[in-house]
Nanobody, 116 residues
Framework: QVQLVESGGGLVQPGGSLRLSCVAS????????MGWFRQAPGKQRELVAH???????NYEDLMEDRFTVSRDNAKNTVYLQMDRLQPEDTAVYYC??????????WGQGTQVTVSS
């Protein structure tokens, strides 16, 4: 069983920054991809970014301009550094982990609200 626990969400003013963290525990395997989706009110869940265990990153269009995904394999942790946040970034951010062959796990989500 794999568990993912997110932290770091909150309220921030436009133009501010937040850093999300997600710690994985359990049988996550040696080869996996960890990353982040987000879901805004009334919208579908969308990919933000992910990173493989060997450091390859992938971002949804335009996300790389302000967001940076990284991970610390020794800590089984993935991070999302979010800069120059805008109100449209308001969403619940979900951590995920994918491992072969078809396993996918989700965190409980952390709320990010960008408002003045």
């Amino acid at each position: 069983q794999v568990q993912l626990v997110e932290s770091g969400g909150g309220l921030v003013q436009p133009g501010g920054s937040l850093r999300l963290s997600c710690v994985a525990s359990g049988d996550i395997g040696d080869r996996n991809t960890m990353g982040w989706f987000r879901q805004a009110p009334g919208k579908q869940r969308e990919l933000v970014a992910h990173v493989t265990n060997d450091g390859n990153t992938n971002y949804e269009d335009l996300m790389e301009d302000r967001f940076t995904v990284s991970r610390d394999n020794a800590k089984n942790t993935v991070y999302l550094q979010m800069d120059r946040l805008q109100p449209e970034d308001t969403a619940v951010y979900y951590c995920f982990l994918r491992s072969p062959p078809t396993n996918q796990y989700w965190g409980q989500g952390t709320q990010v609200t960008v408002s003045s």
